[in-house]
C-alpha cells in the first residue's frame, strides 16, 4: 500500500500546519498527517515547522522586542499563551518581501493561529470518529539537540502527548520522524517506545543534526538504520539521478540499499508547482515514483492532486 502524508496539512492550499491545513488535508483524502513539532517556553509541544516564527507568523508586528541577536523570534521565548496571540500567514520569503509561492493562499490574510500537539490530535481523531476513517498522525521531533541547550527535552514532553492519547505502535497508525539519528536510538532505548521510527535524510548544509548524511546514504548507513527504524524519509532527489548514457531517470543506490534492508521509503517533498526538471510533468515524476521506484510514501503539498495520480499510475 502507497500512503499519501499530507505534509503540514494541506500546505498547497491553506498556511501550513494550521487546523484548517488539517481538516482540509482530511477531507482530500490523507492517508496520514504530518505535525513538526517544538516546543513553547513553558513546554507546550506546538505545531510549527522552524524553532523560529519569523515566516509565518506576525511576530515581528506583536512582539517587536522580543527578537534574539540573531534578528529571529524563537517560539522557545514564548508562552503558549502568548504564541496564540500570533497570526499565521502563508510561509514568505526570508526577507518577508512576499510569498515563497505566490499563487497559494493569499500572503498575510486569514485568520489562522499556531496549534498545539494536542489540537492537532484531538481534530485529526475527532474527524476518525465523525467520518468513521482512521487518518494517522506522523509528527516530527524538531532540533532536540537545540532544545536540550535551551534546557528542554522535547522528546519526552512529545512522548507524554503521544502515550496521552494511545499512540504506542504502528498499530495505531502513526510514525515518528527525526532527522537525529541518536534522537531516534534513544526514543528506542531509553524511553523503550515501540513507536515506528523513521530516519529523516537531507543535507549537511541544512545542518539539521550531527549526523553525516552523505555517509546516512550509504549501504552500511541503511545498514544501521534498520537497527533501530521501519524507514527513512530522504529529500526526494537522493532517491533519482540521470544516466549519463541516455539522461534517463534511474534510482540511486540509496533506493536500493533501503530496499536491500527493508526499509520503508516515505521521501518529501512532492509539490505540483515545484517539481524537479528532470521530469517534464507533475503526473511524470508522480508516475516514476510510483510504478519504477515503488515508493511506500508521498509526502505532499497537494493530497488531492498526487493521490489521483497515483491512482492513475497504479493501471
Not at 465523525?130 to 522528546?155: C, F, L, M
Not at 526499509?263 to 508547482?273: A, E, I, S
Not at 515545484?274 to 507533475?282: G, W
Request: net charge negative.
Amino acid at each position: 500500500m502507497t500512503i499519501l502524508i499530507a505534509h503540514r496539512g494541506a500546505s498547497g492550499y491553506a498556511p501550513e500546519h494550521t487546523l484548517c491545513s488539517v481538516a482540509l488535508a482530511y477531507g482530500l483524502g490523507a492517508d496520514f498527517i504530518e505535525q513538526d513539532i517544538v516546543l513553547s517556553r513553558d513546554n507546550h509541544p506546538i505545531v510549527l515547522h522552524d524553532i523560529y516564527l519569523d515566516q509565518v507568523t506576525n511576530v515581528a508586528e506583536v512582539y517587536e522586542d522580543r527578537k534574539r541577536s540573531d534578528g529571529h523570534w524563537y517560539a522557545r521565548d514564548f508562552l503558549l499563551a502568548e504564541l496564540k496571540q500570533l497570526r499565521v500567514h502563508e510561509r514568505g520569503l526570508e526577507d518577508n518581501s512576499g510569498p515563497i509561492y505566490p499563487k497559494r493562499f493569499p500572503y498575510k490574510k486569514g485568520k489562522f493561529e499556531i496549534p498545539t500537539l494536542q489540537e492537532e490530535i484531538d481534530l485529526i481523531k475527532g474527524l476518525n470518529q465523525s467520518t468513521g476513517k482512521n487518518v494517522g498522525i506522523y509528527p516530527e521531533i524538531k532540533r532536540p539537540a537545540w532544545h536540550r541547550q535551551e534546557g528542554a527535552d522535547i522528546t519526552q514532553f512529545v512522548l507524554q502527548v503521544l502515550i496521552k492519547n494511545n499512540y504506542r505502535t504502528e498499530a495505531d497508525n502513526i510514525y515518528l520522524q527525526c532527522f537525529d539519528s541518536l534522537e531516534l536510538k534513544r526514543v528506542k532505548a531509553k524511553f523503550n517506545s515501540a513507536l515506528p521510527l523513521i530516519q529523516l535524510i537531507g543535507k549537511n548544509s541544512w545542518r539539521e543534526s550531527a549526523d553525516d548524511y552523505d555517509k546516512m546514504v550509504l549501504e552500511a548507513g541503511c545498514k544501521e538504520i534498520a537497527n533501530y527504524a521501519v524507514g527513512i524519509g530522504p529529500s526526494l532527489d537522493l532517491l533519482y539521478a540521470t544516466s549519463s548514457i541516455n539522461n534517463s531517470v534511474i534510482p540511486t543506490s540509496l533506493a536500493n540499499y533501503a530496499r536491500k534492508y527493508d526499509l520503508k521509503m516515505h521521501p518529501f517533498t512532492f509539490r505540483k508547482d515545484s517539481f524537479p526538471l528532470v521530469f517534464e510533468s507533475y503526473a511524470e515524476m508522480i508516475a516514476w515514483f510510483t510504478t519504477e521506484l515503488k515508493i511506500d510514501g508521498f509526502f505532499t503539498d497537494f493530497i488531492d492532486i498526487t493521490k489521483k495520480l497515483v491512482e492513475v499510475s497504479k493501471c
